[in-house]
T-cell receptor, first 110, second 115 residues
């Protein structure tokens, strides 16, 4: 069965500190992994996807197939990074269905 | 561009009453999704449409939930009758096509409270 696990419900860091939001997945095939973000009073939006191998707003995420992980990292957190972050999986070649984790609330304190 | 539009934004009803949610996807997006998001959880897919065809409704509780997407544009999700456990946020999303690199764009959601 396909599953996404985000072990931390809440992650609190100080501004300027490094941040890592953990995501582990369970899938026997070759997955596509995504990070979605929801800022306060805004809609859910795509932050980045592993295929693009890009850095968005200073965030990066590397797919580690050996550890079945897709952790989201940022070297220096900013207050505006405070939001809910959801890791999501899509079976490669599937027709678009995303499987989301439960989410991690990131709080960046001044 | 307004993005994906949903209405109403909030709905409070008593149990056993019917309720309907409406979604207008981004113009030109062929694929439309309805997700259910319970408190403290991530979104879970209820149904996916490609144009007017429901291609994946395996997670839709068909005894009380129904959906339609007439003319392959707007979509309506209905619950009849609503139960206390249906209290949640109902999200609509759309994408150009279901697979490939096409991003899913989400609406603001409808927060349903069943009393």
């Amino acid at each position: 069965a396909q599953r996404v696990t985000q072990p931390e419900k809440l992650l609190s860091v100080f501004k300027g500190a490094p941040v890592e939001l953990k995501c582990n997945y369970s899938y026997s095939g070759s997955p596509e992994l995504f990070w979605y973000v929801q800022y306060s009073r805004q809609r859910l939006q795509l932050l980045l996807r592993h295929i693009s191998r890009e850095s968005i707003k200073g965030f990066t995420a590397d797919l580690n197939k050996g550890e079945t992980s897709f952790h989201l990292k940022k070297p220096f957190a900013q207050e505006e990074d405070s939001a809910m972050y959801y890791c999501a999986l899509r079976a490669r070649g599937s027709q678009g269905n995303l499987i989301f984790g439960k989410g991690t609330k990131l709080s960046v304190k001044p | 561009e307004a993005g994906v539009v949903q209405s109403p934004r909030y709905k409070i009803i008593e149990k056993k009453q019917p309720v309907a949610f409406w979604c207008n996807p981004i113009s030109g997006h062929n694929t439309l999704y309805w997700y259910l998001q319970n408190l403290g959880q991530g979104p879970e897919l209820l149904i996916r449409y490609e144009n007017e065809e429901a291609v994946d409704d395996s997670q839709l509780p068909k005894d009380r939930f129904s959906a339609e997407r007439l003319k392959g544009v707007d979509s309506t999700l209905k619950i009849q009758p609503a139960e206390l456990g249906d209290s949640a946020v109902y999200l609509c999303a759309s994408s150009l096509d279901p697979g490939g690199y096409n991003e899913q764009f989400f609406g603001p959601g409808t927060r349903l409270t069943v009393l």
